[in-house]
């Protein structure tokens, strides 16, 4: 541990983040890893809560958590050429961020605190946790586990069981190292934590005493199947819900500005001809991602743009940053116009077409709140029946 060692303080940067160089190897041993062909982004992604999933949520066993909003990695324990523990963090976008302060420790459990686990890979997300004084602290909430100590055949097993191996084989040896050396975790760059996970017949608890007790910003729940493997890329039996209207959708952003005349100023300052006017409110067009073709990524106009008003464009410019082709979550407002919510710089792409539209079936079909908590007794009565029948177990 380097003597500057502590908390990170951006999630968005949270290590140094490797070259081409150095990442292209890194990507292959994952892949080995994980017995993949391909060095793509492993992590499994969710798809947009639709009505007919409430069916789904009665005839299979899911568990539910709150869907933080904060950036998604894997977290890779691995070691160095020297035999020394060193972690890197796994973004969307497949970068690898090396923790470089070298704070991070994860004991193997019944062994001495300076063996560490190598060749695994935990699935969660950083978020800061808001702290007494106006503080923050930064934490890894785990909500999978795809390999530990080089076994992927974790991949197969349920997710209860991949959780449980978490849970026994990595989380209590770092509870119990940081219970018997208290002084060491304020230098650690983040706490590590387990997703709190319920039953998914919990949903009025979930709303009512979860959500509101949340330390971090929240934007909705996330129900995974008990019973299914981890799956690389969109998995159809991890569902994300959002309130209808709090639905969004990543869009690729591109602004066509207007060619205009010169006024009489301009024209006295020598420019005659037409130009591009980069000042004025453009037309800000939003695009969504078809696939890639030859390695290459491929756009179509969505067929609605981006609505801007002119305090909105010139605070925009105000900010100095880069925006033509950048990544934009966006939501829709009272009137039906897609507004800018964030930019989101973690993602390589916007959403693909087949996420708009089960976005939009969400937004158009949504299921609410108070829908969702109503239809929590049929989901028990699923479960208990499923139970007694030998498929399934509860409380």
Same mark, same amino acid.
Request: aromatic share 12%.
């Given at each position: 541990?380097?003597?500057?060692?502590?908390?990170?303080?951006?999630? %968005?940067?949270?290590?140094?983040?490797?070259?081409?160089?150095?990442?292209?190897?890194?990507?292959?041993?994952?892949?080995?890893?994980?017995?993949?062909?391909?060095?793509?982004?492993?992590?499994?992604?969710?798809?947009?809560?639709? @009505? @007919?999933?409430?069916?789904?949520?009665?005839?299979?066993?899911?568990?539910? /958590?709150?869907?933080?909003?904060?950036?998604?990695?894997?977290?890779?324990?691995?070691?160095? !050429?020297?035999?020394?523990?060193?972690?890197?963090?796994?973004?969307?976008?497949?970068?690898?961020?090396?923790?470089?302060?070298? *704070?991070?420790?994860?004991?193997?459990? *019944?062994?001495?605190?300076?063996?560490?686990?190598?060749?695994?890979?935990?699935?969660?997300?950083?978020?800061?946790?808001?702290?007494?004084?106006?503080?923050?602290?930064?934490?890894?909430?785990?909500?999978?586990?795809?390999?530990?100590?080089?076994?992927?055949?974790?991949?197969?097993?349920?997710?209860?069981?991949?959780?449980?191996?978490?849970?026994?084989?990595?989380?209590?040896?770092?509870?119990?190292?940081?219970?018997?050396?208290?002084?060491?975790?304020?230098?650690?760059?983040?706490?590590?934590?387990?997703?709190?996970?319920?039953?998914?017949?919990?949903?009025?608890?979930?709303?009512?005493?979860?959500?509101?007790?949340?330390?971090?910003?929240?934007?909705?729940?996330?129900?995974? /199947?008990?019973?299914?493997?981890?799956?690389?890329?969109?998995?159809?039996?991890?569902?994300?819900?959002?309130?209808?209207?709090?639905?969004?959708?990543?869009?690729?952003?591109?602004? +066509?500005?207007?060619?205009?005349?010169?006024?009489?100023?301009?024209?006295?300052?020598?420019?005659?001809?037409?130009?591009?006017?980069?000042?004025?409110?453009?037309?800000?067009?939003?695009?969504?991602?078809?696939? %890639?073709?030859?390695?290459?990524?491929?756009?179509?106009?969505?067929?609605?743009?981006?609505?801007?008003?002119?305090?909105?464009?010139?605070?925009?410019?105000?900010?100095?940053?880069?925006?033509?082709? @950048?990544?934009?979550? /966006? /939501?829709?407002?009272?009137?039906?116009?897609?507004?800018?919510?964030?930019?989101?710089?973690?993602?390589?792409?916007? *959403?693909?077409? %087949?996420?708009?539209?089960? +976005?939009?079936?969400?937004?158009? !079909?949504?299921?609410?709140?108070?829908?969702?908590?109503?239809?929590?007794?049929?989901?028990?009565?699923?479960?208990?029946? @499923?139970?007694?029948?030998?498929?399934?177990?509860?409380?």
């Amino acid at each position: 541990m380097r003597d500057d060692a502590g908390p990170i303080t951006d999630i %968005s940067k949270p290590g140094v983040k490797l070259d081409h160089e150095f990442v292209r190897g890194l990507r292959q041993d994952v892949a080995r890893l994980l017995g993949r062909t391909n060095d793509k982004f492993p992590g499994a992604q969710p798809v947009s809560f639709a @009505r @007919r999933h409430m069916e789904e949520l009665r005839k299979e066993d899911y568990y539910v /958590c709150e869907k933080s909003d904060g950036i998604r990695y894997l977290l890779y324990l691995t070691q160095d !050429d020297h035999g020394h523990a060193c972690h890197y963090l796994i973004d969307r976008k497949n970068d690898y961020w090396y923790m470089e302060k070298r *704070n991070l420790h994860f004991p193997l459990p *019944n062994a001495s605190p300076a063996e560490f686990h190598v060749d695994t890979l935990i699935d969660g997300e950083l978020v800061f946790d808001k702290v007494p004084g106006g503080g923050k602290e930064p934490k890894f909430l785990v909500f999978d586990l795809l390999c530990l100590d080089g076994k992927a055949d974790l991949l197969s097993k349920s997710l209860d069981k991949r959780l449980g191996y978490f849970k026994e084989h990595v989380m209590k040896p770092y509870k119990k190292l940081f219970t018997e050396f208290p002084q060491e975790l304020p230098f650690q760059a983040f706490k590590v934590e387990m997703k709190d996970m319920q039953f998914s017949y919990g949903i009025e608890m979930m709303f009512r005493e979860v959500l509101p007790k949340l330390k971090h910003e929240n934007d909705g729940l996330i129900f995974t /199947c008990r019973t299914t493997p981890y799956q690389f890329g969109t998995d159809p039996h991890i569902l994300k819900w959002k309130a209808p209207h709090d639905n969004t959708v990543d869009f690729r952003l591109r602004l +066509v500005f207007p060619t205009v005349e010169p006024d009489e100023e301009e024209r006295a300052e020598g420019i005659t001809k037409p130009f591009v006017d980069y000042d004025s409110l453009p037309e800000a067009r939003l695009l969504v991602f078809k696939g %890639s073709e030859r390695g290459q990524p491929q756009y179509e106009e969505f067929g609605e743009g981006l609505h801007l008003s002119e305090d909105e464009w010139e605070e925009l410019k105000s900010w100095g940053d880069p925006l033509q082709n @950048r990544v934009v979550e /966006c /939501c829709l407002d009272e009137e039906r116009r897609w507004r800018l919510y964030r930019f989101r710089d973690d993602k390589a792409e916007a *959403n693909h077409v %087949s996420t708009v539209r089960s +976005v939009l079936d969400s937004i158009k !079909d949504g299921v609410g709140e108070q829908e969702l908590i109503g239809a929590a007794k049929g989901i028990k009565d699923g479960w208990k029946a @499923r139970q007694q029948g030998g498929g399934g177990y509860g409380h």
